[in-house]
């Protein structure tokens, strides 16, 4: 998989929009920017995928680069359920996901 | 429908002991995986399987052995354990053509080896 760049750690207040960044310049035209999150003493769980255009569901927004070197998770208004480490992932193959260190979120009251 | 139930949830070893993990899922999906996870670290795969009977390995696969012998199981096992194994494992599972979908993931597994 290709390789993605996130920063260690952010922060927020509760209740205000989030914007995790991720960088990645070496995407190919096939790769899939995947989101994860993993909440504290848990396993992780998906939040949200795209390949071009930008997505929505009910966790979160995906915005993507028109270029598709980075692309940002937004988190429209966070909660402190939301505190987690935030994994960007690129998915070329079906077969397997390899995770980075990720960004960890801390929200604060 | 439980989704990804691991166990045991909890586990003390001592050094040279061996054990099986179980990850089992009922979503009738195809693939299935193993990571552990270090203190302050993201996760890495052990071995991960596309199907029944097949199993691939990963980023760190050795002191490790899996199977899957049926379709819902997929067993992680420590054949002679070392402090180093000390870790957080996470059982995964996934349909086939995961680049449009997510994984699901149970709940951990804490192993400490003394």
């Known amino acids: 998989d290709a390789k993605t760049t996130q920063p260690n750690s952010m922060e927020s207040n509760e209740e205000e929009p989030v914007h995790l960044p991720c960088n990645h310049s070496?995407?190919?035209?096939?790769?899939?920017i995947h989101w994860y999150r993993q909440l504290p003493s848990q396993g992780p769980e998906y939040v949200i995928h795209g390949l071009t255009s930008n997505v929505n569901n009910r966790m979160a927004s995906l915005a993507i680069a028109e270029d598709r070197k980075s692309s940002t998770l937004i988190l429209h208004r966070a909660t402190l359920r939301d505190a987690a480490v935030y994994y960007c992932?690129?998915?070329?193959?079906?077969?397997?996901?390899?995770f980075g260190k990720g960004t960890r979120l801390h929200i604060l009251p | 429908n439980a989704g990804v139930t691991q166990t045991p949830k909890f586990r003390v070893l001592k050094t040279g002991q061996s054990m099986t993990l179980l990850c089992a899922q009922d979503m009738n999906h195809e693939y299935m995986y193993w990571y552990r996870q270090d203190p302050g670290m993201g996760l890495r795969l052990i071995h991960y399987s596309v199907g029944e009977g097949t199993t691939a390995k990963g980023e760190v696969p050795d002191g490790y052995n899996v199977s899957r012998l049926k379709k819902q199981n997929f067993l992680l096992g420590l054949e002679s354990a070392a402090p180093s194994q000390t870790s957080v494992y996470f059982c995964?599972?996934?349909?086939?053509?995961?680049?449009?979908?997510?994984?699901?993931f149970g709940s951990g597994t804490r192993l400490t080896v003394v």
């Open positions: 070496t995407i190919s035209g096939t790769d899939y």
């Open positions: 992932i690129l998915r070329d193959r079906d077969d397997k996901i390899i």
């Open positions: 995964a599972s996934s349909y086939s053509g995961t680049r449009v979908l997510g994984y699901t």
